[in-house]
């Protein structure tokens, strides 16, 4: 499996902007990885469950570095091209999506527990929708890459918060897919335990909170655009 654009050593060369593609892509990889995990999850299938979840737990490390050198290396003197504070917090943005992505799969590994029948679309659902929030989000931090390239051309930027426009799409359709199967696991307080019940309760604000976080950092990029 590939983990990155390039070694991580390497980060230390690059333009911030380009580390952050690097973390981004990262992101990306473990979100990938999640999505046979949850299938595992979803399946039942709990042994090749816990080796994707360790990969994923690598790749997050491999983020966390990333996310050190980048922050180690923009002291207060370096003059960018854009907002420092608002720039560092799409990184911190970025990184919450990474954490949530490891959360999901220890939240699932604390109760090994396939997903009821009745709830399995559902959960699809709801993960492919944070799964395209990742997509669309990495796409809108290389569209920011281009946009300082292009040193603020406005086609760029206008391509750029197009991205961003289909990440607030994404989200609220996220939102919706949350709050109906809240409702529908919350129905069925007779008929599965309450164990079950916070759990599968919990893991779908896991999986809704993926794609807050996506357009939180959406909102970063969007702030970076106006310069």
Known sequence: MKFMRSPIIETLRKSPFEALIDHAGIVKQ??????EAFEDYINGNFDEFEKKRKKIEELELKADYIKSNIR???PKSIKMVVDRGIFLSLL???DKVEDLIQ???EWISIREKPVP?????DFRKLFLKALEAIDVCEKAVGALNLVIESSFAEQERAKAKEIIHKLHKIEHESDLLERGITRKIFSLENEIS????????????????IANHAENAGD????LLAK
């Open 30 to 35: 473990s979100a990938e990885m999640l999505k």
């Open 72 to 74: 180690n290396h923009l």
């Open 92 to 94: 911190s943005e970025l």
């Open 103 to 105: 959360d999901v799969t």
């Open 117 to 121: 029948e009745y709830l399995k679309d």
């Open 194 to 209: 309450p164990a079950a019940l916070f759990h599968l309760s919990k893991l779908v604000f896991l999986l809704g909170d």
């Open 220 to 223: 970063r990029i969007r702030a």
